[in-house]
């Protein structure tokens, strides 16, 4: 079982939809959740960052982090045609190894 | 503020030929850097981190190397590359273990 799942899509939805990608981490040592964007062919950029559980807003973008579950989330929401991107999930325990997931590629059809 | 140099953006080498990347980090001292590789549809692999000048850690045995030269600088090579070594190459750095990780613009290599 990998430490961190994310399921690789393709995932295609139209413009204005709200958008929910998921990943799952098996170690309950893990304390520190990011989610980074990744345009073809450039680096990832980071869009959240979290600790704790509960929910963290940032414009268009809600990160949920349920600890009892192993379950992180980012929403997006009136999703746009630049959204279109690969987005990778991270976590990390306090030993500092950031473990990714596989990434979610997305589409947002205009 | 800080910033994250990587270059070339795009390099391509005979199978055999040396190679060198270089990655530098500016507005920021001691930063934890990394070098990781990103294979076509598939994840992120950590090749090397280091947490200070001549501190290198390997995370996958192969025929890459890495070098710390100075403190803000982050290098990665190899002798002879192989076929395998194509992908796309990925520098990192963070102030400490706890914090964020931001990366610079890769470097998309191709061996033929």
């Known amino acids: 079982q990998k430490e961190v799942e994310q399921d690789p899509g393709p995932l295609s939805v139209p413009e204005g939809a709200i958008v929910s990608l998921n990943c799952t981490y098996s170690?309950?040592?893990?304390?520190?959740f990011m989610w980074y964007r990744q345009y073809s062919r450039k680096g990832p950029e980071l869009l959240m960052y979290?600790?704790?559980?509960g929910n963290k807003e940032d414009g268009r973008f809600t990160a949920q982090v349920d600890k009892s579950s192993k379950y992180i989330s980012l929403f997006i929401r009136d999703s746009q045609p630049s959204d279109s991107a690969t987005y990778l999930c991270?976590?990390?325990?306090?030993?500092?190894?950031?473990?990714f997931g596989q990434g979610t590629t997305l589409q947002v059809k205009p | 503020s800080q910033t994250i140099h990587q270059w070339p953006a795009t390099l391509v080498q005979p199978v055999g030929s040396p190679l060198s990347l270089e990655c530098t980090v500016e507005?920021?001292?001691?930063?934890?850097l990394y070098w990781y590789r990103q294979a076509a549809g598939r994840g992120l692999q950590l090749l090397f981190y280091?947490?200070?000048?001549?501190?290198i850690s390997s995370e996958v045995p192969q025929n890459l190397s890495a070098s710390r030269p100075q403190d803000r600088q982050f290098i990665l090579s190899s002798k002879k590359l192989l076929l395998s070594d194509s992908g796309f190459y990925l520098c990192?750095?963070?102030?400490?273990?706890?914090?964020?990780?931001?990366f610079g613009s890769g470097t998309q290599l191709s061996v033929l």
């Open positions: 991270a976590t990390s325990p306090n030993t500092g190894k950031l473990i």
């Open positions: 170690n309950s040592a893990f304390q520190y």
């Open positions: 979290t600790y704790s559980s």
């Open positions: 507005g920021t001292s001691n930063p934890n």
């Open positions: 280091s947490v200070g000048i001549g501190q």
């Open positions: 990192a750095w963070r102030v400490d273990l706890r914090e964020k990780l931001f």
